[in-house]
């Protein structure tokens, strides 16, 4: 990581602003990878929550094979940025959205592979795709519990890689889920079985998640696992034991801008900052230093913070950090994130695929 680094002068206590602790976010690129490469899983991270090529370098160069993206937009920041082997896990609908990806797919160097779950997306690809030089590589998204996105069932699966095998322009490359749950297992047993008996063989079976990541080695014929948010890891992480408090590398640093009663602090991050995710916590993100206090409610610009449980108190004028609740989304709502190593400010990082919802 020393390669990017550029010591800026960053003024830390300018708040709010969101600081990465670099010594953390490497040992959990380290950690995830050293999971991959002792049960032979292809490192694939999902980019979503930092947005940064920078970083997606760096997971690279610690062995991850290629990234994930869920849209298109963030696909082409990457492939500028010099990342080329891309899977991306949404459904690409629509004819400016199918165009765009046949002109990323020319992108020099690129590698792009594609998850859907319907025979429509399919078709308007293979139009696409019919006289590209390379076919689309595409897997089939399974609902394997989550209740998301996903063919519903190992028959409907085999349905559509069938016919995905069929059209032109397209590649049966294999299977996809998101996240891996008690069912998943069985899911891909029933479904690698069903496609073998239709002569067809999924070289990729990709799992995903934080949380269950430890369990990816236990999904029949998995070959990749898209990890997201174990790069910073969060509040929601910790709350599903996927994660220690030390293993969180990003803190939202915020001043204490009035105490207007004994028992209320307002600091200067809002929902602008921290986002209105809750993803199942009490309060909008946990205050280091004060651990019992509580971030009640949030208005755009202020947070409002309930202090009955404290029994020190901070005074206005004093910057705190917050582990937030969903770090990914808090990476979506800044320009920069700043690295610091011991408390010092050591490389600022453009978000540079911030907003490309599209
Ligand atoms: C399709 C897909 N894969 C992988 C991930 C990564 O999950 P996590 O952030 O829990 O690591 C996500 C997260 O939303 C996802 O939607």
């Known amino acids: 990581m020393s390669a990017i680094a550029t010591r800026p002068a960053v003024d830390l206590a300018d708040t709010p602003v969101v600081t990465i602790d670099l010594d953390v976010m490497e040992a959990n690129i380290r950690r995830l990878q050293a999971y991959c490469d002792a049960h032979g899983i292809a490192n694939r991270p999902h980019i979503k929550t930092h947005k940064i090529p920078e970083i997606a370098r760096a997971q690279l160069a610690a062995g991850a094979v290629g990234i994930t993206c869920q849209k298109l937009g963030e696909v082409a920041v990457m492939l500028e940025a010099g990342l080329r082997d891309i899977l991306v896990t949404y459904n690409v609908l629509g004819a400016a959205k199918v165009r765009r990806l046949r002109a990323l797919a020319d992108h020099p160097g690129a590698r792009l592979t594609v998850a859907i779950d319907d025979l429509a997306v399919a078709r308007a690809l293979s139009d696409a795709f019919a006289g590209a030089g390379d076919p689309l590589r595409v897997l089939v998204e399974c609902d394997t519990g989550a209740g998301r996105m996903g063919t519903p069932t190992p028959a409907a699966t085999v349905e559509l890689a069938q016919a995905i095998a069929g059209l032109p322009g397209l590649w049966f490359e294999g299977l996809m889920t998101y996240p891996i749950t008690d069912d998943t297992a069985r899911f891909f047993e029933a479904t690698l079985a069903k496609l073998d008996r239709a002569g067809l063989r999924a070289n990729t079976v990709s799992t995903g998640g934080t949380p269950a990541y430890p369990r990816a080695h236990t999904v029949p ?8 948010t174990y790069v910073f890891n969060d509040r929601a992480t910790v709350a599903a034991g996927a994660a220690a408090w030390e293993d ?81 989304v808090v990476t979506n709502l800044h320009d920069a994130l700043v690295g610091v190593r011991d408390g010092q400010a050591e490389v600022v990082w453009r978000v540079a695929a911030r907003g490309a919802v599209r």
């Open 221 to 228: 014929g998995v070959t990749e696992h898209r990890a997201g």
């Open 248 to 328: 969180c590398a990003m803190r939202v640093r915020s001043t204490v801008v009035s105490r207007p009663t004994a028992d209320r602090a307002v600091l200067d991050a809002g929902s602008k900052t921290l986002s209105s995710d809750l993803q199942g916590q009490t309060g909008y993100g946990r205050i280091v230093e004060y651990p019992e206090a509580v971030i009640v409610r949030l208005n755009e610009e202020h947070g409002i913070v309930e202090l009955g449980a404290c029994a020190r108190r901070p005074q206005v004028g004093e910057i705190v950090s917050i582990i937030p609740n969903h770090t990914c």
